[in-house]
């Protein structure tokens, strides 16, 4: 929790950064800027398109902990995604059991039990009885790094029993290779370190035991020692790393629909994805797969940390997804409201979240915080409440209730309620109504639609309420990634520049997917297991993101003509002095646009140019990543001027001022 003391601090900080602001301001301008959300673009992450298990979390084994199951997927089961070998002619049994388990919460393990161990295998030299994983459709191993191996393991017969652990090609070479043996009668982790002596892209996991004699095994993984910033059970480097090039403001995460689950069975409890990782509880993902919550709240945050993003939880209303009843066709019981007897229990954990994130790690749940290895807070601020939910009287009294409590014990966080699935409708009335009576101070928008709506709507905001509850525009995508999408997006967004006193935060959905297993097509950055690919979706969002500023100016540039094709914004960053011009044409002519700097005092001539531009139906995929990026060159800049802008793109001009910071 926050101290007086710290809060004292932060009020003089803000004050001086705000005197610093406008003496910049008044150095540099004659115009009277309009103040922007510090947190206007981030990003927002689901657990939908395998994005987490098989995606970002570097894990390479799949189903470790043989808890996949019917209900995940149909006709999947403990073993799913391992195969039983029986090299060099061995026999034995292998079986799935759950008496005496690592925890309860990880209740599947798998036995092994060699009767016979026979000749060296023709091809491998290997013989013995054990199972083979080959990851998400093969893994991917760099000769030169390094792969950590772990598993539990337990002794069940008289006599210890080895195994050989090996990484190997589809065709049986052995690429690294360990052998331990197991002599624990209780579980115990065992590990190795393996360096590939040559790269594959499809390789897998064989773990042999090579004797007579019966063995327990769970948690089988095999983890990449880079990750990004080298962190244990950490990310995917190349998928985080673009990520953090977009510089988000902050990161919403664990979903959208994922959230709320299949029936209040399935909402995300954030509890059961702490501590260590054999003993969180895993369970089916809404989107039709397989959640390890490897990728847990912990791991969640410290993302957050590591790329100067705000955390931005989104825990459940208490109720479930009213679209797993057939609206996303992914089954399920629709929107379902947990027992009124349940709830004191679900606000305790709201409430424990906020502690188990900011409080000290001498509280109760700040010591599981610190015990984890991050004794210093996590400076939580914000915290979703639901996610689009059907605004019901069951959802209404639910919210209130946690509403009311977070308030009350927590001033100091914001709650961002909900308001439906759409731009407008029943819920998206109900879900305001409700944010005026309650005094919320954001609600999450969120909506889908043609990049024509985009085009037409850039002055949505501008007839919001000021000084009121502010938006949250927490997903929000035009349907495709053409370059066509991307820019009507990138028009739309110099209007969230323009209202930034009205929406306090926008994030564009969904941010990840993998190629070939998406339940959601338009996505932000797409990958398979070798690469990853900005579409030009993303490029729109990291250009935005990266030229945030945090003042409005109005009148600096007019569009040639009333066309709904060209949209504008100029905004300062006052931390650098610099004036950032953003120029859209979403048309399929040449626009122009005419700019009038005179009121800066302080530009400079010298400016930085990056243009996005491409022809309205290219895309950028996997397999043609380089169709659409963008261009930087320099560019001289007078105080007034013209600027062409070509059909169907973004122009962001950076201006140096004399008032330059770094
Ligand atoms: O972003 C994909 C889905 O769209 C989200 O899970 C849900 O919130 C929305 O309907």
Request: glycine share 8%; hydrophobic share 35%.
């Amino acid at each position: 929790m926050i101290s007086p003391k710290r809060l004292r601090m932060r009020k003089v900080l803000l004050t001086v950064i705000t005197l610093f602001i406008v003496t910049v301001l008044s150095a540099q301008t004659n115009l009277k800027g309009k103040k922007i959300s510090p947190d206007l673009f981030g990003v927002f992450f689901e657990d939908i398109n395998y994005s987490a298990d098989g995606g970002l979390y570097a894990e390479l084994v799949q189903n470790r902990s043989f808890e996949y199951s019917p209900t995940d997927h149909a006709g999947w089961n403990p073993f799913s995604f391992w195969d039983y070998i029986t090299p060099g002619f061995s026999y034995g049994k292998i079986s799935v059991e759950t008496s005496s388990p690592i925890n309860s919460n990880n209740p599947h393990y798998i036995v092994l039990d060699v009767e016979n161990v026979g000749h060296e295998d023709k091809y491998t030299g290997q013989s013995g009885v054990g199972l083979q994983n080959a990851g998400y459709e093969g893994m991917v191993v760099r000769e030169g790094d390094k792969y950590n191996f772990s598993f539990f393991g337990r002794q069940l017969s008289g006599n210890p029993v080895s195994i050989s652990a090996s990484i190997q090609t589809p065709g049986g070479k052995i690429l690294a290779e360990d052998t331990i043996s197991i002599s624990s009668q209780g579980w115990e982790k065992y590990s190795a370190t393996f360096l590939p002596t040559e790269s594959n892209d499809s390789a897998r996991l064989v773990v042999i035991a090579t004797n007579s004699g019966r063995i327990a095994l769970d948690m089988i993984s095999l983890f990449p020692e880079k990750t990004f910033k080298n962190r244990p059970n950490g990310l995917r480097q190349d998928i985080a790393l673009m990520i953090a090039d977009v510089k988000p403001k902050f990161m919403r995460f664990p979903g959208g629909c994922l959230v709320h689950g299949d029936g209040i069975g399935n909402i995300y409890r954030w509890k059961n994805t702490i501590g260590p990782v054999e003993e969180r509880k895993e369970q089916k993902n809404l989107w039709g797969y397989h959640q390890t919550a490897g990728l847990g709240f912990y791991e969640y945050f410290l993302f957050c940390e590591d790329i100067g993003a705000k955390p931005l939880p989104v825990l459940p209303a208490a109720v479930s997804c009213q679209n797993s009843g057939g609206t996303w066709r992914i089954g399920g019981t629709g929107q379902r409201s947990l027992p009124i007897d349940e709830m004191d229990e679900y606000i305790q954990d709201v409430l424990d979240l906020i502690e188990w994130a900011n409080g000290p790690a001498t509280s109760k749940w700040g010591a599981i915080r610190a015990a984890a290895g991050h004794p210093e807070p996590f400076n939580l601020e914000y915290i979703g409440i639901g996610n689009e939910d059907r605004i019901t009287p069951g959802f209404e009294e639910r919210f209130r209730m946690i509403f009311n409590a977070v308030k009350t014990s927590h001033p100091e966080i914001t709650v961002i309620g909900t308001v439906g699935p759409f731009h407008s409708g029943d819920d998206f009335d109900k879900g305001w109504k409700l944010a005026d009576e309650l005094k919320l101070q954001m609600v999450d928008e969120h909506y889908y639609c043609q990049p024509d709506w985009f085009l037409t709507n850039g002055h949505r905001y501008d007839s919001y309420k000021r000084n009121s509850t502010r938006v949250y525009l927490g997903e929000y995508a035009s349907w495709g990634n053409k370059t066509r999408n991307a820019i009507a997006e990138a028009a739309f967004m110099t209007s969230l520049e323009r209202n930034a006193d009205v929406v306090s935060m926008a994030s564009y959905a969904p941010l990840l997917a993998k190629a070939g297993f998406t339940q959601w097509k338009t996505d932000m950055i797409f990958f398979n297991n070798i690469k990853a690919c900005a579409t030009i979706n993303y490029y729109v969002q990291k250009l935005f993101s990266t030229n945030q500023g945090d003042y409005y100016f109005d009148r600096v540039i007019s569009a040639g003509t009333n066309d709904t094709t060209l949209a504008s914004s100029c905004v300062m960053d006052s931390k650098t002095g610099d004036i950032i011009l953003k120029m859209v044409n979403a048309g399929a002519n040449a626009g122009i646009f005419k700019v009038n700097l005179a009121g800066f005092k302080t530009i400079l001539h010298d400016a930085e140019k990056t243009m996005l531009e491409g022809d309205a139906d290219a895309e950028d995929s996997l397999s043609d990543p380089l169709n659409v990026v963008p261009v930087s060159s320099s560019f001289y800049v007078n105080p007034k001027f013209e600027y062409t802008a070509p059909a169907m793109s973004l122009t962001v001009i950076r201006i140096k001022t004399k008032n330059r910071v770094n």
